[in-house]
């Protein structure tokens, strides 16, 4: 069983939360949170408490992570653009966005999201963060053995709690409030306030002189009247003075997100430790103007947890956030795990650190091996159906193969129309990659780039990459309508950056024994019934 783990370093509390299951089938499991240790300088120790929850947990190196960016590193804009293609909304994104920021985006990473593609256009969403910063926070986890294979931005995971609407999504943690503006559940702004439940905790120390133990103590059994009820004295009403003070705060956010954004606030959505403060959903409500309520954690887990859970789902792919993990910083799993081992083996001795470079050099030499020898055999098979086609215009191409292939049969097509019953038949395996090309959902509904094609005797298959896991589903369940598609299986799907890759495997004797099914003979004239019947 397969487990991702969602990490919220949070400057009080480390929270972590698992999904656990296999491809598409995740269900939530197990939380787990310890204080974050304070280093030498006073600063939350990230490092520290990543270390604790990888020696409290003896599945934590077989599973994979899922952390985020805080939202005081970064950005977020929204672009309008008069055209819906995705290449040129990817084109033309980078200047829309450099020309609205001070930022030279050339040491910034630009993590775009499409909200919406239309006839009149489109609405592309962007997080934008310093790349030395994504690179420090990997770093960070990295040293703890918990490098993530998914970095998103918190707010961003936030806005997957949005349902319908427009919906403000507050984080009320320790020492800030994360504001995420959600349309649809999508990220479209976001802001931070500088002030949480420690301020809470602050003002009730101050006004009684005891500990801070016991004020956080009397802070969590304390009750916020509503705003009709008759005010309480003493360090209550303290308390409800530096909440006041915050709701100030977090209104000024909110206006200042429906004037960026241009949209009115629907429904605001609390989490995190500090929305627990009995009657606060109420007092928000009343000096915002809206429904209030707490978000509904997956798996029942309190609100503390919301930010781990939501970027659990995340790394299992049941909601989707934007990955700010791209280019040079884009994960490379059991790679950078061999190389950490090759990188330890130098400790041990030279030998075994030769021995470990002689392992690894095998298998890259075994993979170029299998590379070359497959891209041969679709050059070989190119070459077998046109053999006017030079090697050199189809190596190390299987889009190009496939492209010849597909105008080859569709010239062959026209051709036995033309002749009638002069002609046999088209070829089964190109009959077979018309079938293929045929039943390929529309680009505008599941896009697919081709980037390898292996044909045999007893198999066609390829490797191909789409924009998501359900796009990917759409690809198989397209191809399969076919009934001489039926054997057809999608295998090795796996995201890398931004696409999800996977591998079509369709057996050709299954297929022509459904092509047997599809056209049966006909039975010699007077040929008497077989004994038994038929199916």
């Known amino acids: 069983m397969a487990t991702v783990y969602g990490i919220d370093t949070g400057s009080w509390r480390t929270r972590v939360a698992t999904m656990e299951g296999s491809f598409r089938r995740f269900t939530p499991g197990g939380t787990a949170e310890l204080a974050t240790p304070v280093g030498p300088d006073g600063a939350p120790d990230a490092d520290a408490a990543l270390r604790a929850l990888r020696e409290a947990d003896p599945r934590w190196e077989l599973g994979e992570r899922a952390a985020c960016m805080p939202m005081e590193l970064c950005a977020v804009r929204v672009a309008a653009m008069p055209f819906a293609e995705r290449k040129d909304i990817l084109r033309a994104l980078p200047a829309e966005i450099e020309a609205a920021v001070p930022w030279d985006l050339d040491a910034m990473i630009l993590a775009p999201r499409i909200l919406e593609a239309g006839p009149r256009g ?5 997080v934008i963060v310093p790349r030395a910063d994504v690179r420090a926070r990997i770093d960070t986890f990295a040293a703890a053995h918990a490098e993530p294979r998914v970095v998103v931005a918190d707010a961003d995971a936030l806005a997957t709690y949005g349902e319908a609407g427009v919906q403000a999504v507050l984080d009320i943690g320790h020492r800030r409030t994360v504001v995420a503006l959600a349309q649809d559940g999508r990220l479209v702004a976001a802001r931070v306030v500088p002030s949480g439940g420690a301020a809470w905790t602050e003002a009730i120390a101050g006004a009684t002189g005891v500990a801070w133990d016991h004020a956080e103590a009397a802070k969590h059994g304390a009750r916020l009247p509503a705003a009709d009820e008759p005010a309480p004295t003493g360090w209550e ?6 909440v006041e003070r915050w709701s100030v705060d977090l209104r000024a956010a909110l206006i200042a997100l429906e004037d960026e954004s241009g949209l009115g606030i629907d429904e605001v959505l609390l989490c995190g430790g500090a929305s627990r403060l009995d009657g606060l959903a109420g007092r928000v409500g009343a000096t915002l103007g809206v429904p209030v309520r707490p978000v509904l954690v997956p798996g029942g887990h309190p609100v503390d947890f919301a930010l781990a859970v939501a970027l659990a789902r995340v790394g299992a792919g049941e909601v989707q956030a934007t ?3 791209l280019g040079d910083l884009s994960y490379h799993g059991h790679a950078e795990t061999l190389w950490r081992v090759t990188l330890g083996a130098v400790g041990v001795g030279a030998v075994a650190f030769v021995a470990l470079i002689g392992v690894f050099v095998s298998q890259v030499v075994k993979a170029r091996a299998e590379l070359d020898a497959a891209d041969a ?7 077998g159906a046109l053999p006017d086609v030079p090697a050199t215009r189809v190596a190390g191409q299987p889009t190009m193969a496939l492209a010849l292939l597909q105008e080859s049969l569709a010239a062959s097509r026209a051709r036995v129309d033309a002749l009638g019953d ?7 395996t190109l009959d077979l990659l ?5 039943n390929v959902p529309a680009p505008d509904v599941a896009r697919v780039d081709v980037r390898e094609m292996t044909i045999a005797e007893d198999a066609v298959s390829f490797k191909a990459e789409t924009d998501s896991y359900e796009a990917a589903a759409k690809i198989e369940e397209g191809l399969r309508r076919s009934a ?3 054997t057809a299986r999608k295998s090795e799907e796996k995201k890398v950056g931004d696409v999800v890759t996977f591998t079509v495997n369709i057996p050709l004797e299954a297929e022509d024994a459904a092509a047997a099914g599809d056209a049966p003979a006909e039975a010699p004239a007077g040929a008497a019934p077989a004994a038994g019947g038929g199916e």
């Open 323 to 325: 990955d700010l993990r």
């Open 422 to 428: 002069t002609l046999g038949g088209v070829p089964p």
């Open 237 to 242: 009403a303290v308390l409800i003075e530096a």
């Open 122 to 126: 489109s609405r592309t969403s962007a």
């Open 434 to 438: 018309r079938l293929v090309s045929e």
């Open 377 to 383: 055999e679709v050059v070989a098979a190119v070459q």
């Open 484 to 486: 001489r598609l039926q």
